[in-house]
Nanobody
Framework: QVQLVESGGGLVQAGGSLRLSCATD????????MGWFRQAPGKGREFVAA?????LYADSLKGRFAISRDSAKNTVYLEMNSLKPEDTAVYYC???????????????WGQGTQVTVSS
C-alpha cells in the first residue's frame, strides 16, 4: 500500500519557520510529481506548492514557502518562513502525474500534519 507520510508540523509563533517533510517509497517518488496543499478550518483545500521538473507555487505564498525534494531519501520538503496566523491549517502532501494546482489531479494523499501559528 502506497503511503505518503507527513511530519514536521507543530505550534510556532508568528514570524517563525517550520519545515514539513513528506516521505514515501522509492517507486512512488520516481513515478509521481509531488505537491503540498493545506486546509484551514471551515475552508476548502488550497494549493501551496508542487515540484516536478520545476516548481509551482501559489502566488500568495511565493517568497515565503519553498518546496524541495531529496531523491536519496524519497522525501519532499516544504520550508515555511515568516509564518502568519493565517497559515494555520492542516498541510497535506499529495502525489500526481502533473505539476498542477488542481487538487483533483492528484492521485495519492497523506494523512496531513497540523501547523498552528500563534499571534
Amino acid at each position: 500500500q502506497v503511503q505518503l507520510v507527513e511530519s514536521g508540523g507543530g505550534l510556532v509563533q508568528a514570524g517563525g519557520s517550520l519545515r514539513l517533510s513528506c516521505a514515501t517509497d522509492a517507486r512512488t517518488f520516481r513515478s509521481y510529481f509531488m505537491g503540498w496543499f493545506r486546509q484551514a478550518p471551515g475552508k476548502g483545500r488550497e494549493f501551496v506548492a508542487a515540484i516536478g521538473w520545476g516548481t509551482l507555487y501559489a502566488d500568495s505564498l511565493k517568497g515565503r514557502f519553498a518546496i524541495s525534494r531529496d531523491s536519496a531519501k524519497n522525501t519532499v520538503y516544504l520550508e515555511m518562513n515568516s509564518l502568519k496566523p493565517e497559515d494555520t491549517a492542516v498541510y497535506y502532501c499529495a502525489a500526481g502525474v502533473r505539476v498542477i494546482a488542481d487538487a483533483r489531479e492528484y492521485d495519492l494523499w497523506g494523512q496531513g500534519t497540523q501547523v498552528t501559528v500563534s499571534s
